[in-house]
């Protein structure tokens, strides 16, 4: 392939990626308190001009923990299939997704805030033309704790769990220690992102 085309090509790429506005995904460990730091950050921002939050679609039922769409494994697939997800993943043996109303806000130049997860990153990377990292952690033994109050897993899982947290291959642009009140970290997000929709 000549220089020229492969340049022809970049370009196209940069054309294809979901733009001109920005998605902020937001990656950690289990426990880090994604959710959490999620729903401070949209209550305080309710209202802000060229800001929004996503609500997931997860093959889970709907529950206390997160504002997520459920729908059943066949839907999902179906919908993946046909291209309705800017974005989608499997995780912890759920699929995740981000629903087509985000590819629309961001092509209106919005930033759109999503939880999201270390093993999409690459791939946000390569269907969004501006994708901002922001990621959220705690020590270990509060991860542990965090996870074991949900209920949901036993002690072994929760272990087994924290061992297959993926790597993050890319550096984020805020990294958030979540082992205090809530405020303490969702203060610095809130503050992050009136930057952000500021700029």
Known sequence: ?????????????????????????????SGAGKDTLLSYARERLAGSSGLAFARRRITRPVDATEDHVSVDEATFQRAAAAGEFPLHWRANGLSYALGPEVAEAIRGAAAVVANGSRAAVREACARFSDVRVVLITAPPQVLAARIAARGRESAEDVVQRLKREPALDRAPELTLVNDGPPEAAGERLVAYLQRLAAA
């Open 1 to 29: 392939m000549s220089i020229g085309a492969a340049a022809d090509g970049k370009a196209r790429n940069e054309v294809d990626r979901i733009g001109p506005g920005t998605l902020v995904l937001v990656v950690g460990p």
